[in-house]
C-alpha cells in the first residue's frame, strides 16, 4: 500500500518560511506525479501546485512567487517550500501522489500550517 507522509507543518508568524516534505517508501517514486493540496477550515480543498514525473512544475496563481515544488527521487521526497507566509496561507496540507501507468491517486494524511502573529 503506498502510503505518503507529510511533514514539517507547524506556527509561523507572518512574512516566515516553512519547509514541508512527502516522503513515500517501497515504491518506484519517479514514476508517479506529485502534488500539494491544502483546506483550511470550512474551505474545499485547493490545489496548491504540483510536479510532474520530468520535473515540470506548476502553481496556484495564489502561490506563484512564494513557494517552490521540488522532489528528490533518491531520496523518495516531494517538498514544498513556502515563503512570504501569509495568514490565508493557514490550512491543512496534503500530499498526493499518482501512479503515472494506473492513474491511481494515494493521499497523505495532511501536515497542519498556521500563519498567525
Known amino acids: 500500500q503506498v502510503q505518503p507522509v507529510e511533514s514539517g507543518g507547524g506556527l509561523v508568524q507572518p512574512g516566515g518560511s516553512l519547509r514541508l516534505s512527502c516522503a513515500a517508501s517501497g515504491i518506484m517514486f519517479s514514476a508517479y506525479s506529485m502534488g500539494w493540496y491544502r483546506q483550511a477550515p470550512g474551505k474545499q480543498r485547493e490545489w496548491v501546485g504540483g510536479?510532474?514525473?520530468?520535473?515540470?512544475?506548476n502553481y496556484a496563481d495564489s502561490v506563484k512567487g512564494r513557494f517552490t515544488i521540488s522532489r528528490d527521487n533518491t531520496k523518495k521526497t516531494m517538498y514544498l517550500q513556502m515563503n512570504s507566509l501569509k495568514p490565508e496561507d493557514t490550512a491543512l496540507y496534503y500530499c498526493k501522489l499518482q501512479n503515472s501507468f494506473t492513474t491511481r491517486d494515494y493521499w497523505g494524511q495532511g501536515t497542519q500550517v498556521t500563519v498567525s502573529s
Open positions: 510536479i510532474s514525473t520530468h520535473g515540470q512544475i
